[in-house]
């Protein structure tokens, strides 16, 4: 059996930040992973100070955003897809979303394409975003909505008839990476050996406050965080050598929480939680 993993994200840079390291295992064990971005991120600020392509930035960020997925893309050696709708960006003020944004287009238009990505590729796991985004941009939220619309509909023979035959993913993930747990986990270990920017890390650990630790599912991937780190660093628009994302040492990261968090939601197959595998249970159906 093939095992295929799908994952659904917002914008380039996404895949990224949450679930890289995941991907580049599963990709090393023989699995097909797939990422699908909502949306080209045009509406993206540009975040780093000394990014050399700020030309291009300025006059086509959504060409520079497609560049940069094509280089992540290749660091951790997976498929992609672009669903092919417009970054809604991030009002401020109670400001209007934009016309034809990816979060106002219907849920029963947008699900369509997304269901015959399901359909060609098959997978039997599939990664997405809690009710909430994971933080509340419009796009993340509606990405949360769209994946399990099209997740459901994708198992209906009687919706979108015209976009293949009917499939199940057996079972269904959201992202739990930056857990408080995970987070303190790792500022105790840089505290403990005198890590210089522990106190930075210290003003993340309070921005995430205290919540509870809904993760399921931990995927051990400490050998592949150099290859996350080169797909973040591809999206250079976006993320800054000085970003939070490296505030940590991966020997730290491998000493303090060598893995990435999941929380399994939906499951057709018989799993034993927590787990190590997000494919757990579904080989014994094949």
């Known amino acids: 059996m093939t095992r295929r993993l799908l994952a659904v994200h917002a914008h380039p840079d996404d895949e990224s930040s949450k679930g890289a390291a995941t991907y580049a295992y599963y990709r090393s064990t023989g699995a097909e992973v797939l990422v699908v971005s909502c949306t080209g991120g045009e509406r993206g600020d540009v975040q780093n100070e000394a990014l050399a392509e ?7 960020m959504a060409g520079l955003r497609r560049l940069e997925m094509a280089a992540a893309q290749r660091a951790l050696g ?23 944004c990816f979060a106002l287009i219907p849920l029963e238009i947008s699900a369509e394409p997304l269901v015959r990505i399901i359909r060609e590729f098959k997978p039997q796991v ?12 419009p796009d993340h939220v509606r990405t949360h909505e769209l994946s399990m619309c099209a997740w459901r509909a994708a198992a209906d023979a009687a919706q979108y008839p015209d976009q293949g035959d009917p499939w199940q993913i057996e079972k269904v993930y959201y992202d739990r990476i930056f857990n408080p747990h995970k987070v303190r986990a790792v500022h105790s270990a840089m ?10 890390m210290e003003e993340f650990v309070g921005w995430l406050g205290d919540g509870p630790n809904l993760a399921t599912s931990q995927v051990r991937v400490d050998e592949f965080f150099e290859a996350r780190d080169e797909a973040l660093r591809s999206h250079a628009s976006q993320v800054a050598p000085d970003s939070r994302f490296f505030f940590w040492s ?37």
Not at 261 to 283: K, R
């Open 250 to 286: 991966n020997d730290v990261q491998r000493e303090a929480w060598p893995f990435e968090d999941f929380q399994l939601v939906e499951s057709s197959v018989t799993t034993e939680l927590p787990e190590t595998d997000l494919f757990a249970g579904i080989e014994d159906t094949e």
């Open 191 to 200: 505290v403990n050996s005198g890590d210089p920017r522990a106190a930075e």
């Open 78 to 100: 997976i498929e992609h897809r672009w669903l092919g709708y417009e970054d809604s960006g991030l009002p401020e003020n109670d400001e209007a979303l934009p016309a034809n």
């Open 126 to 137: 599939l990664i997405t975003y809690d009710e909430s985004g994971g933080y509340p941009h």
């Open 54 to 60: 700020r030309a291009m930035a300025h006059r086509d």
